[in-house]
């Protein structure tokens, strides 16, 4: 069983910076496409990023320019470096490889993923 486990969350004021970690024992997961998933309350969870097995990464709109996607593969750590943060990024983020090229299933059993809030 896979047990992904998130971490980095926290509270942030508006414009700031947060980086979110990702690990799995036993997958390395630099052969899988990964992908960050957030949950705000009242919301579906949304994919935000992706990153390929090649490194080529996709995001919403909503975070373009403001969010990275990325892997360490030595350590097998998926990251999210997310800076000018707004109110609306709060939510629960959560790693996993997506089911499908499209969709918001996730391959694995879920995290408990990592509170993220924004806010002055």
């Known amino acids: 069983q896979v047990q992904l486990v998130e971490s980095g969350g926290g509270l942030v004021q508006p414009g700031g910076s947060l980086r979110l970690s990702c690990t799995a024992s036993?997958?390395?997961?630099?052969?899988?496409?990964m992908a960050w998933y957030r949950q705000a309350p009242g919301n579906q969870r949304e994919l935000v990023a992706r990153i390929t097995t090649n490194g080529d990464t996709n995001y919403i709109d909503s975070v373009k320019g403001r969010f990275t996607i990325s892997r360490d593969d030595a350590r097998n750590v998926l990251y999210l470096q997310m800076n000018s943060l707004k109110p609306e990024d709060t939510a629960v983020y959560y790693c996993?490889?997506?089911?499908?090229?499209?969709?918001?299933?996730?391959?694995?059993?879920w995290g408990q993923g990592t509170q993220v809030t924004v806010s002055s």
């Open positions: 996993n490889r997506p089911a499908a090229n499209t969709g918001n299933f996730g391959w694995w059993d």
């Open positions: 036993r997958i390395p997961f630099n052969i899988y496409i």
